[in-house]
């Protein structure tokens, strides 16, 4: 069983840091995608970044790129979500997630979720 349990989450101001962490078991890195996905009132619900089991590759949302670095410990089975220069719109539950698709159907369609962790930047 597929267990993922975030943490680090917290309130920070509009241009501070938060890194996020997830621990997962029951799951392993080579087969499956990992990724990081927000949810926000109003608004739907979007992937911040992945990394894909093919090739390693990882991909951030362009809404994140160059302030968010996602990174993965195999040998702890942890991914962590490094974000610096946070903004209000950065406000959000984010959940670590898992799905075993590939070429085009990575990082799509997670089917395992952890309960995520809440982010909020305050202006």
């Known amino acids: 069983e597929v267990q993922l349990v975030e943490s680090g989450g917290g309130l920070v101001q509009a241009g501070g840091s938060l890194r996020l962490s997830c621990a997962a078991s029951?799951?392993?890195?080579?087969?499956?995608?990992i990724g990081w996905w927000r949810e926000a009132p109003g608004k739907e619900r979007e992937r911040v970044s992945c990394?894909?089991?093919?090739?390693?590759?990882?991909s951030y949302a362009d809404s994140v790129k160059g302030r968010f670095t996602m990174s993965m410990n195999s040998a702890k089975n942890t991914v962590s979500l490094q974000m610096s220069s946070l903004k209000p719109e950065d406000t959000g539950h984010y959940y670590c997630?898992?799905?075993?698709?590939?070429?085009?159907?990575?990082?799509?369609?997670?089917?395992?979720w952890g309960l995520g962790t809440q982010v909020a930047v305050s202006s």
């Open positions: 997630a898992t799905d075993p698709g590939i070429g085009a159907d990575a990082c799509v369609d997670p089917n395992n």
């Open positions: 029951g799951f392993t890195f080579d087969d499956n995608n």
């Open positions: 990394i894909r089991s093919e090739d390693g590759s990882t």
